[in-house]
């Protein structure tokens, strides 16, 4: 259970000036210790929803150093609320601390409680103590029998006693553990988190979890059952334990506890040994392709909407949400193309990866219809009347002149050739217009209305 502090008397919360204050204070603390950090570190504040009872709620936690922060809550009745999780670790102590300890200075009125109703003096006897109880805490977790999980402020820790119970005889299992859960948090922060699939691997099982790694970029895997190796579009899904010991030794890969991991690209001669090397159940064309519709006389997506978003393509977590007819079809990591249709100029005006499950929502057309969308991200957007380079459909019909590229249902899945088609049609088309903007015969004005992600 989390340790609860109760401040009475302050009305008027100056947070602000508190959270600046408690800064300092976190500071001065640091600097008077034995065991200065190894890097700058910084407080940052995230809001939280409301609970009954709550008119303000957020979490404050140490950059680079906190597992589970502080959370400081404004209830009716000028009463604070100060909660220090119960796998909080040491730098999260001290920074609830210098919380409670700048609440007193600028609220000269506030009188603060620990959870058995009395005043909490906060002197440093009392900081060991709430430290004994933390790591009293985390002893009580590792002994005991199965894997347990703890939430985190950026990944949930899933801690395995078994490992920490045979270290004990030359580390404190204790500490291990704490800086197991820290060092979860914060390494390597710009990796993708891998998004988890649900797939029948095997007969005798139901859905099963899965995380695809494709070797292109670094990677956080996340729980699961299985982790897909890519070798183009041929997966082959490894059981989470089989591939770290696949992976043992590599400086690429690191387990990060007993169900995640971090890897980094390795070299692609070696991943394919390794791919071949892995024992798993192997899926040929695993991706699938679906073209998705956008007919501008009957969508109520509007051509001025395609402007604006255009403009906004580089943006950080930039998608789009589009209407898919083969959505029990779908999976994260698919692709889709785009193709416009109506008025102007037809053919392929965004291409990109799914990166949602499939969603019911109201009838875009109005018509009271069960529609399911779908959630993308976007490697390439072209617009269709500005841009001289569009891969149009009468191009697309001249290679592949079964499949109805005017008309039809928007979230159409392809077949696997013609989806290995289109893939490289599409390839030796952007290839082209790669090799016109590197020569510099694409105007200055080409990168406005061509956006791919690979120039």
Same mark, same amino acid.
């Given at each position: 259970?989390?340790?609860?502090?109760?401040? &009475?008397?302050?009305?008027?919360?100056?947070? =602000? +000036?508190?959270?600046?204050?408690?800064?300092?204070? @976190?500071?001065?603390?640091?600097?008077?210790?034995?065991?200065?950090?190894?890097?700058?570190?910084?407080?940052?504040?995230?809001?939280?929803?409301?609970?009954?009872?709550?008119?303000?709620?957020?979490?404050?936690?140490?950059?680079?150093?906190?597992?589970?922060?502080?959370?400081?809550?404004?209830?009716?009745?000028?009463?604070?609320?100060?909660?220090?999780?119960?796998?909080?670790?040491?730098?999260?102590?001290?920074?609830?601390?210098?919380?409670?300890?700048?609440? &007193?200075?600028?609220? =000269?009125?506030?009188?603060?409680?620990?959870?058995?109703?009395?005043?909490?003096?906060?002197?440093?006897?009392?900081?060991?103590?709430? $430290?004994?109880?933390?790591?009293?805490?985390?002893?009580?977790?590792?002994? /005991?029998?199965?894997?347990?999980?703890?939430?985190?402020?950026?990944?949930?820790?899933?801690?395995?006693?078994?490992?920490? &119970?045979?270290?004990?005889?030359?580390?404190?299992?204790?500490?291990?553990?704490?800086?197991?859960?820290?060092?979860?948090?914060?390494?390597?922060?710009?990796?993708?988190? *891998?998004?988890?699939?649900?797939? %029948?691997?095997?007969?005798?099982?139901?859905?099963?979890?899965?995380?695809?790694?494709?070797?292109?970029?670094?990677?956080?895997?996340?729980?699961?059952?299985?982790?897909?190796?890519?070798?183009?579009?041929?997966?082959?899904?490894?059981?989470?334990?089989?591939?770290?010991?696949?992976?043992?030794? =590599?400086?690429?890969?690191?387990?990060?506890?007993?169900?995640?991991?971090?890897?980094?690209?390795?070299?692609?001669?070696?991943?394919?040994?390794?791919?071949?090397?892995?024992?798993?159940?192997?899926?040929?064309?695993?991706? +699938?392709?679906?073209?998705?519709?956008?007919?501008?006389?009957?969508?109520?997506?509007?051509?001025?909407?395609?402007?604006?978003?255009?403009?906004?393509?580089?943006?950080?977590?930039?998608?789009?949400? $589009?209407?898919?007819?083969?959505?029990?079809?779908?999976?994260?990591?698919?692709?889709?193309?785009?193709?416009?249709?109506?008025?102007? /100029?037809?053919?392929?005006?965004?291409?990109?990866?799914?990166?949602?499950?499939?969603?019911?929502?109201?009838?875009?057309?109005?018509?009271?219809?069960?529609?399911?969308?779908?959630?993308?991200?976007?490697?390439?957007?072209?617009?269709?009347?500005?841009?001289?380079?569009?891969?149009?459909?009468?191009?697309?019909?001249?290679?592949?002149?079964?499949?109805?590229?005017?008309?039809? %249902?928007?979230?159409?899945? *392809?077949?696997?050739?013609?989806?290995?088609?289109?893939?490289?049609?599409?390839?030796?088309?952007?290839?082209?217009?790669?090799?016109?903007?590197? /020569?510099?015969?694409?105007?200055?004005?080409?990168?406005?209305?061509?956006?791919?992600?690979? @120039?």
């Amino acid at each position: 259970m989390a340790t609860k502090f109760t401040v &009475k008397g302050v009305r008027n919360f100056k947070e =602000r +000036k508190v959270f600046a204050l408690a800064l300092d204070i @976190l500071e001065d603390r640091v600097a008077a210790s034995n065991e200065e950090p190894e890097t700058e570190f910084s407080v940052k504040m995230c809001y939280n929803h409301l609970e009954e009872g709550e008119t303000n709620s957020c979490s404050l936690l140490t950059e680079g150093y906190s597992t589970q922060g502080v959370n400081v809550k404004q209830r009716v009745g000028a009463t604070l609320v100060v909660e220090l999780p119960w796998l909080a670790c040491y730098m999260d102590l001290c920074l609830c601390f210098s919380i409670l300890h700048a609440i &007193k200075m600028v609220h =000269r009125s506030a009188r603060i409680m620990d959870a058995d109703g009395k005043y909490f003096l906060m002197t440093d006897d009392d900081l060991e103590r709430q $430290w004994n109880r933390q790591c009293e805490n985390m002893d009580a977790l590792l002994r /005991k029998h199965e894997i347990t999980t703890i939430a985190g402020v950026k990944r949930d820790f899933y801690v395995n006693p078994v490992r920490y &119970k045979m270290m004990e005889a030359v580390a404190d299992p204790v500490a291990e553990a704490f800086d197991d859960f820290v060092t979860l948090q914060w390494a390597m922060p710009d990796a993708v988190n *891998l998004i988890e699939e649900r797939r %029948h691997v095997t007969e005798d099982e139901e859905l099963s979890s899965v995380r695809v790694v494709d070797n292109s970029s670094s990677v956080f895997i996340g729980a699961c059952r299985y982790v897909g190796m890519m070798k183009e579009n041929t997966c082959k899904m490894v059981e989470f334990d089989e591939f770290c010991r696949l992976m043992s030794g =590599r400086n690429e890969f690191q387990q990060m506890d007993a169900c995640q991991a971090l890897l980094s690209p390795i070299d692609e001669d070696e991943w394919l040994r390794l791919f071949d090397e892995a024992e798993g159940v192997r899926r040929e064309n695993f991706r +699938k392709t679906f073209i998705m519709r956008w007919n501008t006389d009957i969508s109520n997506y509007q051509m001025w909407e395609f402007d604006e978003a255009i403009d906004e393509f580089e943006d950080e977590g930039f998608y789009y949400d $589009w209407s898919i007819w083969d959505y029990q079809k779908v999976h994260v990591g698919d692709r889709f193309y785009m193709i416009r249709t109506g008025e102007g /100029k037809h053919g392929v005006v965004m291409r990109g990866t799914i990166i949602g499950k499939p969603y019911p929502d109201e009838d875009w057309s109005g018509h009271g219809r069960k529609v399911y969308y779908i959630r993308m991200r976007l490697t390439n957007m072209i617009h269709p009347d500005l841009s001289p380079y569009l891969l149009t459909t009468d191009e697309l019909f001249k290679y592949l002149p079964n499949f109805n590229w005017e008309n039809g %249902h928007s979230g159409e899945m *392809l077949d696997d050739c013609t989806a290995q088609f289109l893939e490289e049609i599409w390839h030796s088309h952007n290839s082209r217009v790669r090799g016109l903007a590197e /020569k510099g015969l694409t105007g200055d004005d080409f990168s406005e209305f061509y956006k791919d992600r690979t @120039l």
